[in-house]
């Protein structure tokens, strides 16, 4: 391989990653389960309360 194609492969590998960087992401960002059960608790604290004593809700 001679030194100008190494040398464009190796820039259009670094132009596809940082066009890949500024796309748009699909995927939602991740939320760890504490952080998860914690915003539940806060959305519906009378359900979370029932929920911890092992009763059912009212």
Do not use: F, T, W
């Not at 939320?31 to 809700?57: F, N, T, V, W, Y």
Request: net charge positive.
């Amino acid at each position: 391989m001679n030194r100008r194609k190494k040398i464009n492969q190796l820039l259009k590998a670094h132009a596809k990653k940082a066009s890949a960087k500024l796309a748009p992401k699909s995927k939602p960002k991740y939320i760890c389960k504490a952080d998860r059960l914690k915003m539940a608790a806060e959305a519906s604290p009378a359900a979370a309360d029932a929920a911890q004593d092992g009763a059912a809700p009212v």
